[in-house]
C-alpha cells in the first residue's frame, strides 16, 4: 500500500473540493447516461462524485478508510443526493462482485497507489462487458510555469521525492496508457488536458492554497521529519508562491494524461 502524500489537511480539500466532471472529467461525460452505474474510485471529498449523481443512475464511492469517505458522504447528505452509496475499499482488491458497473473511475488516484495496474485489473473486473475505465492523473514532471522562481523548482522536486518515498507516482499521467495494456486492456483511449492559472482571481487561489499547502499539509509534515527540508526551507516556498501570485504576468499549466479503457 502507498501512502497518500497530500492528506486532507483543510488547505488540501480547498483544492480539491472545486472539481466536478467540467472541470476534471469531461473526456468521461460522453459514456455517462442515466442509466449508468458508476464506481468513483477515491472519491475524496465528493464534488465530482456529487456532481457524477446528478447525470447518472447510481453511484458507488469508495474511498480507503472512513475518515476520508466520511469527506465526500458529508457532501451528499448536504447536498440531499440520495443515490450514492460508499463503501470502505482497497481498490487493489475490491470487494464488488464481478460486472457490478457500467463505468469505474478515477481521477488522481492511480498516481498514489502501490501497485496502479492492479487497480486497473480490478476495475475491469468489477466493470461490465461493454463498459469503460477511466481515469486521470496529473503529470507533475510536465508542470511549467512563469516566472521562472528558484524556490518552486524546489518545491516541485520536494514534492516528486516525498511522492516516490510514499510509494506513488507522481509523473502518472504520462503512464496511464501503459498501465492499461499491462493490465490487459486491448481498446484504449488516450487523451490529455490542462488546467491553467492565469488570471488574478485564479493566480491568488491556485498560488494561496500551495503557499498554505507547503507549510501546513501531511505532505510539510513528511518533509520536514524525513529531513528532506527545514522548515525555513518551506517558509521560502510558501512565500515564492505568494509572490508568483502577485506577478501580473504568472502562468502555471497542469497537464493531465487520461484514458477510456473499453472492456
Known amino acids: ?35 449508468t452505474r458508476l464506481l468513483d474510485v477515491g472519491a475524496g471529498p465528493g464534488s465530482i462524485t456529487v456532481d457524477f449523481a446528478g447525470v447518472v443512475a447510481q453511484v458507488t464511492a469508495i474511498e480507503i478508510d472512513e475518515n476520508a469517505l466520511s469527506l465526500s458522504r458529508t457532501l451528499a ?16 482488491a475490491l470487494s464488488f462482485a464481478d460486472d457490478s458497473f457500467d463505468v469505474a473511475h478515477a481521477h488522481q488516484v492511480l498516481q ?17 462487458p461493454g463498459g469503460v475505465v477511466a481515469a486521470r492523473d496529473a503529470d ?3 508542470f511549467h510555469w512563469f516566472p521562472l522562481l528558484p524556490e518552486l523548482d524546489r518545491w516541485l522536486d520536494l514534492y516528486r521525492k516525498a511522492a516516490r518515498a510514499n510509494g506513488g507516482e507522481p509523473d502518472a499521467g504520462r503512464r496511464l496508457l501503459a498501465w492499461a495494456r499491462a493490465a490487459g486492456f486491448d481498446d484504449v483511449t488516450a487523451t490529455a488536458s490542462t488546467w491553467c492559472y492565469a488570471t488574478p482571481d485564479d493566480r491568488a487561489w491556485w498560488g494561496g492554497m500551495w503557499a498554505d499547502r507547503i507549510l501546513e499539509s501531511a505532505l510539510a509534515r513528511q518533509l520536514v521529519d524525513s529531513d528532506l527540508a527545514t522548515v525555513a526551507d518551506l ?29
Do not use: C
Open 112 to 128: 498514489h497507489v502501490g501497485d496502479p495496474v492492479q487497480a486497473l485489473r480490478e476495475m475491469r473486473r468489477v466493470t461490465a
Open 1 to 35: 500500500m502507498a501512502t497518500y502524500t497530500h492528506g486532507h489537511h483543510a488547505s488540501v480539500l480547498r483544492s480539491h473540493s472545486v472539481r466536478d466532471i467540467a472541470n476534471s472529467a469531461e473526456y468521461l461525460r460522453p459514456h455517462l447516461t442515466e442509466t
Open 77 to 92: 447528505a448536504d447536498r440531499g443526493v440520495d443515490n450514492i452509496a460508499f463503501s470502505v475499499e482497497d481498490v487493489h
Open 235 to 263: 517558509q521560502d516556498i510558501s512565500d515564492a508562491w505568494k509572490r508568483w501570485a502577485d506577478d501580473g504576468d504568472g502562468w502555471f499549466l497542469v497537464p493531465h494524461g487520461e484514458i477510456i479503457a473499453r472492456v
Open 140 to 142: 507533475y514532471a510536465g
